[in-house]
């Protein structure tokens, strides 16, 4: 979800970015909505008090279904022909024992509307035996009469307000907006406090392909283990918030995590001076923590050969006692294929990977692909205040699974943010992935390999603009750049030899492009 937030007066969107295998949180500096109601909530002892902004039409956009529950089936169905037309999605259940099944299958049940007279099971009973199955989101009780003492033991049991027959479309109305939007920010709240106290778990993570499995379970059993973790996987996969749980759930979680981004550094000198004032630094303030060393397949050997003294060093003097913190790297590349290459050092490789986990790419998750699409339409619906999608388009899904998606879920978000906001609604169809239709794309459907023609076709670089003019170079050589990598799937130095650069070289290329990609996405947002 993302809302408007204010701290000291100054707007910020509070952005939940999802990864394929999580979501995260961050602030991104932004411009107000205007019109809408502000909510303050504290998110800690002395801290700044947040106030959020959204509209509840953006609510109903987000919300799972509501369960209306009634055994009279007029006053069932005209509870929820007044939900339907107030734009929210509706399960209906006809007696006590169908609710109770319903809101234990289906855990995306935004709100319980439920009837207190049942023949089979009814009255706070009813009420009491929801919580127990552990129901947690708001139930409204409904009744014929207006009972004080029936009111006090429905709110006793677990109901959070009472509605007497008949119900109107205004009183139905505000009563779901006010809980829609406290239980979201009650939720909000409540994620962006362990997020903030690095307190994110394996709950948090969305894992649920066939793909994901072994690297779950991998990741769970590294959390259990004091040893080097070794991380690899595309960009865009969620290697470092997978690293951020797994630190909380490890016994290093009282203690910081500290993130170091890698940078090559080819002379001893300036590798010297950045390992004194800027590494060590981080090493040695920490106390039974963790230290992620980010894109680590970037060093050079020089700068590898370093770590291995040290690790060497600590290994030793820490061989009778637990060690002070855990090691963790995040590598693209996969070290073993840099190894046999001579631009990896094995023993440095051999120390990194006492535990090892590799994350996979989002094509290779297609079971998962329509959820993972569905939640970041979500998240873009409330960032670019574009209420009237609601979902994609079975058409638009079957053209989007054909896509090799090389950004992973970075890519997918950037493409379906374009989308929305070409979007007349309520889905997204073939129209409004313009840059998709007129591409070739990987089709995931059969492994029969393609021939030669048809893979120049595919990879052909199309020289002259629409226009009929040369295409810039920089143009040129950035689609060039791009193609290579996706190519070679994201193996950073065949990339570099093919292309005849340097492997500092693309990273720096690379990185240009995408703090571009970043430009161009928050002109997109500011414009919409």
């Not at 929210?88 to 319980?112: C, H, K, W």
């Not at 020089?302 to 060093?313: A, E, G, V």
Request: proline share 4%; with cysteine; net charge neutral.
């Amino acid at each position: 979800m993302s809302v408007l937030m204010e701290i000291n007066g100054k707007p910020f969107f509070l952005k939940k970015i999802l990864f394929s295998v999580a979501c995260n949180h961050q602030i991104d500096s932004s411009y107000p909505l205007a019109g809408q109601t502000r909510y303050t909530y504290v998110l800690q002892p002395n801290s700044y008090p947040c106030v959020f902004v959204i509209t509840k039409e953006m609510m109903k956009a987000m919300m799972g279904p509501i369960l209306v529950a009634a055994e009279d089936y007029g006053k069932r169905a005209n509870t929820s022909s007044i939900l339907r037309a107030l734009g929210y999605r509706v399960i209906e259940a006809e007696n006590g024992l169908r609710t109770l099944d319903l809101l234990r299958r289906r855990r995306n049940i935004s709100f319980a509307l439920v009837d207190l007279m049942m023949s089979d099971l009814g009255g706070t009973d009813l009420i009491s035996t929801i919580r127990v199955t552990g129901f947690a989101a708001p139930l409204v009780v409904m009744s014929d009469v207006e009972n004080e003492e029936l009111l006090q033991k429905s709110l006793k049991a677990g109901a959070v307000d009472y509605l007497v027959y008949p119900i109107t479309s205004l009183r139905l109305s505000v009563t779901l907006g006010n809980l829609s939007i406290n239980n979201t920010y009650e939720r909000e709240v409540h994620y962006i406090r362990r997020q903030q106290e690095n307190h994110l778990r394996f709950s948090d993570l969305y894992a649920n392909s066939e793909a994901m499995k072994e690297p779950f379970e991998q990741a769970k059993q590294a959390a259990l283990s004091t040893k080097n973790l070794l991380i690899e996987g595309e960009k865009g996969t969620g290697r470092e918030t997978l690293a951020r749980v797994i630190h909380h759930e490890s016994p290093y979680a009282t203690g910081k995590f500290v993130r170091i981004q890698c940078v090559p550094i080819s002379d001893p000198a300036q590798d010297s001076k950045k390992w004194e004032t800027k590494i060590l630094p981080h090493i040695h303030s920490i106390d039974h923590g963790t230290i992620c060393l980010c894109e680590i397949d970037r060093l050079e050997i020089n700068q590898q050969k370093r770590w291995i003294d040290f690790l060497k060093k600590r290994k030793e003097a820490e061989k009778d006692s637990e060690p002070k913190f855990r090691l963790t790297v995040i590598s693209t590349s996969r070290l073993q294929g840099l190894v046999e290459d001579g631009l990896f050092l094995k023993e440095f490789y051999d120390l990194l990977r006492e535990c090892h986990v590799i994350v996979p790419p989002l094509r290779e998750r297609r079971d998962d692909f329509s959820d993972i699409a569905q939640r970041a339409i979500e998240h873009i619906v409330v960032e670019s205040g574009q209420p009237h999608v609601h979902g994609v388009a079975g058409s638009a899904l079957s053209l989007l699974l054909q896509h090799d998606w090389p950004g992973n879920v970075g890519e997918l978000e950037n493409v379906l943010f374009r989308a929305v906001l070409l979007s007349q609604g309520p889905l997204l169809t073939i129209r409004d992935f313009p840059q998709l239709t007129g591409n070739q794309v990987t089709d995931f459907r059969s492994n029969v390999p393609i021939d030669t023609a048809e893979k120049n076709s595919r990879y052909s670089i199309q020289l002259i603009d629409d226009n009929g003019q040369i295409r810039a170079y920089n143009e040129l050589e950035r689609e060039i750049i791009e193609r290579t990598v996706h190519h070679y799937r994201g193996r950073m130095s065949e990339a570099a030899r093919r292309l005849g650069i340097g492997r500092s070289t693309l990273y720096r290329k690379l990185d240009e492009y995408h703090a571009e990609n970043q430009k161009e996405s928050e002109a997109l947002r500011r414009a919409s």
